[in-house]
T-cell receptor
Framework: DAKTTQPPSMDCAEGRAANLPCNHSTISGNEYVYWYRQIHSQGPQYIIH???NNETNEMASLIITEDRKSSTLILPHATLRDTAVYYC?????????FGQGTELSVKP | DVKVTQSSRYLVKRTGEKVFLECVQDMDHENMFWYRQDPGLGLRLIYF???????EKGDIPEGYSVSREKKERFSLILESASTNQTSMYLCASSSPLGWGAFFGQGTRLTVV
């Protein structure tokens, strides 16, 4: 079973920041938090991952709470091409169990 | 760029046929995975492999087997295809060191 909880859907205005939350209250000490997204009819795409510290790359930022029980993926300037299903996954050694994810709709 | 290549994008097979879905990765990753994706059910893990000749069952292994004779190649086998195995099949590979997995483009299998 997936060990994360995400809202089923969210809207975001184009050009604004998209903040996608994820709860993972049962995360264990050696599990990473991963974020993927899937654009319709394509395979999932890796976005970012983290263990304890906040992370940033060219695609997004990942904010992990100090107790590691929740995290937020931030797309700083959402575009229409960011419309996708976003999955938050906790994993040790790379085994990925997907939940239902959040369907993000970026609107003009 | 990392490449995970699945042998077919679309496949149509008959009920009862033995079906092989092939996946090759070029990143020397230890981990490889097979998922199926169905509307309303999301991505479900069928099998995964942590190393050559090693495999573990995922959430829905029934009706499937796998083979990993070489590090770069992971095959999913449907011993006797059935119509309820009509689905999108996705292969992925990753390093166990915590980095993200990379997915192939998927094989849409139709069993008639």
């Amino acid at each position: 079973d997936a060990k994360t909880t995400q809202p089923p859907s969210m809207d975001c205005a184009e050009g604004r920041a998209a903040n996608l939350p994820c709860n993972h209250s049962t995360i264990s000490g050696n599990e990473y938090v991963y974020w993927y997204r899937q654009i319709h009819s394509q395979g999932p795409q890796y976005i970012i991952h983290g263990l304890k510290n906040n992370e940033t790359n060219e695609m997004a930022s990942l904010i992990i709470t100090e107790d590691r029980k929740s995290s937020t993926l931030i797309l700083p300037h959402a575009t229409l091409r960011d419309t996708a299903v976003y999955y938050c996954i906790v994993s040790y050694r790379g085994k990925l169990i997907f939940g239902q994810g959040t369907e993000l709709s970026v609107k003009p | 760029d990392v490449k995970v290549t699945q042998s077919s994008r679309y496949l149509v097979k008959r009920t009862g046929e033995k079906v092989f879905l092939e996946c090759v990765q070029d990143m020397d990753h230890e981990n490889m995975f097979w998922y199926r994706q169905d509307p309303g059910l999301g991505l479900r893990l069928i099998y995964f492999s942590y190393d050559v000749k090693m495999k573990e069952k995922g959430d829905i292994p029934e009706g499937y087997s796998v083979s990993r004779e070489k590090k770069e190649r992971f095959s999913l086998i449907l011993e006797s295809a059935s119509t309820n195995q009509t689905s999108m099949y996705l292969c992925a590979s990753s390093s166990p060191l915590g980095w993200g997995a990379f997915f192939g483009q998927g094989t849409r299998l139709t069993v008639v």
